[in-house]
Nanobody, 123 residues
Framework: QVQLVESGGGLVQAGGSLRLSCAAS????????LGWFRQAPGKEREFVAA????????YYADSTKGRFTISRDNAKNTVYLQMSSLKPEDTAVYYC????????????????WGKGTLVTVSS
């Protein structure tokens, strides 16, 4: 079974940077896309960024484009989210997910989800 384990969350001041990692294991037959999603307190889960495992094509939410960068390390089966110029509104639990396609609603087409890592940005 596919397992996704996030790490790298923590407390950071506004304007600072943080790098999240997601280690993937298990079958890769549906590892077409790996993405990051987040859920702030009292809000619905939202899309942050995604990357195609085969083509390296990236996708970003408007709210994070230009500040966040998603990348991958094929040898380590790991996807990263480099977050810069962090804002208090970026505070959320960040989830890594894997799927065969990207949908822009519901479960976003993701088949497997990690348990999340908390990012807190102080003002």
């Amino acid at each position: 079974q596919v397992q996704l384990v996030e790490s790298g969350g923590g407390l950071v001041q506004a304007g600072g940077s943080l790098r999240l990692s997601c280690a993937a294991s298990g079958p890769t037959f549906r590892r077409y896309f790996l993405g990051w999603f987040r859920q702030a307190p009292g809000k619905e889960r939202e899309f942050v960024a995604a990357i195609s495992w085969s083509t390296d094509t990236t996708y970003y939410a408007d709210s994070t484009k230009g500040r966040f960068t998603i990348s991958r390390d094929n040898a380590k089966n790991t996807v990263y989210l480099q977050m810069s110029s962090l804002k208090p509104e970026d505070t959320a639990v960040y989830y890594c997910a894997q799927g065969g396609r990207i949908r822009w609603s519901g479960d976003y087409g993701m088949d497997y989800w990690g348990k999340g890592t908390l990012v807190t940005v102080s003002s």
